[in-house]
């Protein structure tokens, strides 16, 4: 019931859209109205827009960029958590806003959002809270820019925390598009660190193989086991992939403050222990998809490396396999891995355009 509610307050309440969005000081029937100014006349402007907005009782941050309010929106869920793509937007996917309008959130805990709305001492980030929060983000879209729907985008951890929201209120979305999908705490967990092993053993890596002998076989029970072995994946992929633009990772102006950077290192610590947890308990251990259920009332896209050692291909294709949805498809890269790079962005645009697109008509 409090899922519902909440959603369905962002969607019966957007006229008093409790946002510092901002907006030419002509605008502010229209702000008052709860419609951007973008979108309130009947030639649909660019947008441009950035802000904190009321989300599930916390200021959170947002930005929406766009050559056209006429467009269809992209919500992206950002992985980590605790890594906003807000800094890097603009580098990496800003070539997609002449046919869609990008809007960038830095969830609870993570990034501007954490900087303005620190979480309280001890309090760790929920599954639940973080579906309820992108829900009423996506419903607050909905009505600030006239749209009956948003196309839902998630990579790593963010495609888990964006078929969480798919599957609690599929009314919100169009499609969803995941890329490094991740399934399951433990199939994920197990079949990446035996191919980690087995990688390690081939290529006769000392380092990567005293670094996994010592976490061990998972599930971990120390917190610093995740990160040790997500850069013995990293070393690994760097060999298999093409690596994306180093200019893509330099964040933008607003975001390479002292305070931005030093809030998004603090939010980026904060979210990973809530994701693995001081003894393995994090909101990760509760990750099990096809427990959520595999029929899905929207359509369900993927893009996947082929080198993704830490959400393996071979559990994303058992997950896609079972899947039941009015339309699917996957697309796999053989030169990409878990973290992105031009061919993954590549294949995503051609997805949304070919695909995704002409769903939103």
């Not at 003894?279 to 990750?287: E, I």
Request: proline share 6%; glycine share 8%; net charge neutral.
């Amino acid at each position: 019931m409090f899922k519902l509610s909440r959603v369905c307050l962002a969607m019966l309440l957007y006229a008093f859209a409790q946002a510092t969005l901002a907006a030419p000081p002509s605008a502010k029937a229209a702000n008052d109205a709860g419609i951007s100014p973008a979108c309130a006349s009947a030639k649909e402007g660019k947008l441009d827009e950035k802000g904190f907005v009321q989300i599930g009782g916390i200021e959170q941050w947002i930005t929406v960029k766009g050559d056209s309010c006429a467009n269809p929106i992209i919500l992206f869920i950002s992985g980590g958590p605790g890594n906003p793509l807000s800094p890097y937007s603009d580098a990496v996917y800003g070539a997609w806003s002449k046919d869609f309008t990008l809007v960038q959130w830095d969830q609870r805990g993570a990034g501007m959002t954490y900087g303005r709305s620190p979480p309280a001492p001890g309090v760790m980030l929920t599954l639940k809270q973080m579906s309820d929060d992108g829900n009423e983000l996506a419903a607050y879209l909905t009505h600030r820019y006239g749209k009956k729907k948003v196309i839902l985008w998630g990579s790593s951890w963010g495609s888990i925390l964006g078929v969480y929201m798919a599957k609690a209120h599929p009314e919100l979305f169009y499609a969803y598009l995941g890329t490094s999908q991740v399934v399951s705490y433990r199939e994920n967990q197990a079949i990446s660190y035996a191919g980690l092993l087995a990688l390690a053993h081939t290529t006769n890596d000392k380092t990567a193989l005293a670094v996994l002998e010592d976490v061990g076989t998972p599930p971990w029970t120390d917190p610093r086991s995740f990160g040790k072995v997500r850069r013995v994946m990293r070393k690994f992929e760097a060999h298999l992939t093409t690596p994306a633009p180093a200019t893509w990772w330099k964040p933008a102006a607003e975001y390479a403050t002292p305070k931005a950077l030093a809030d998004y290192e603090a939010g980026e610590d904060y979210s990973f222990l809530s994701f693995v947890g001081m003894h393995g308990d994090g909101m990760f251990s509760q990750v099990d998809l096809p427990k959520l259920g595999t029929n899905f009332a929207i359509p369900m896209f993927f893009v996947e490396g082929a080198h993704d050692l830490l959400a393996t291909l071979d559990v994303a294709q058992r997950y896609y396999d079972s899947l039941k949805a009015p339309q699917k498809y996957m697309v796999v890269l053989e030169h990409a891995g878990h973290d992105p790079n031009q061919d993954v962005v590549e294949a995503e645009y051609k997805m949304l355009k070919e695909r995704i697109l002409p769903l939103t008509k």
